[in-house]
């Protein structure tokens, strides 16, 4: 397993933009496919976007797509989440999430706030 730290989060105004960063500790970064997951308040954890380990394939929930783009820096074990054009039903908890190789993820981070205003 791997720890994770979010960071980045805020409160900001509907079309605003935001950069989430995950900071990854442990070993073989780089086999470690990453997602990140949201939470609203009352609600359940969903996934947002995913990369896998190879960075060769990426996933988005319709909602975000072509808003958000999810990237990994192998050389700084960091992951990143750009949000542009954020909209108030981006609100919530975000959290970074990472599994080995193409196994279930199984390390995740304490989440970093994001609450976007109209």
């Known amino acids: 397993q791997v720890q994770l730290v979010e960071s980045g989060g805020g409160a900001v105004q509907a079309g605003d933009s935001l950069t989430l960063s995950c900071k990854v500790s442990?070993?073989?970064?780089?086999?470690?496919?990453f997602g990140w997951f949201r939470q609203a308040p009352g609600k359940e954890r969903d996934s947002v976007a995913s990369?896998?380990?190879?960075?060769?394939?990426?996933y988005y929930t319709d909602s975000v797509k072509g808003r958000f783009t999810i990237t990994r820096d192998n050389a700084k074990n960091m992951v990143y989440l750009r949000m542009t054009n954020l909209k108030v039903e981006d609100t919530g908890r975000y959290f970074c999430?990472?599994?080995?190789?193409?196994?279930?993820?199984?390390?995740w981070g304490q989440g970093t706030q994001v609450t976007v205003s109209s």
């Open positions: 442990g070993p073989t970064f780089n086999s470690y496919a």
């Open positions: 999430a990472a599994g080995f190789g193409s196994q279930a993820y199984d390390s």
């Open positions: 990369l896998s380990w190879d960075g060769e394939q990426t």
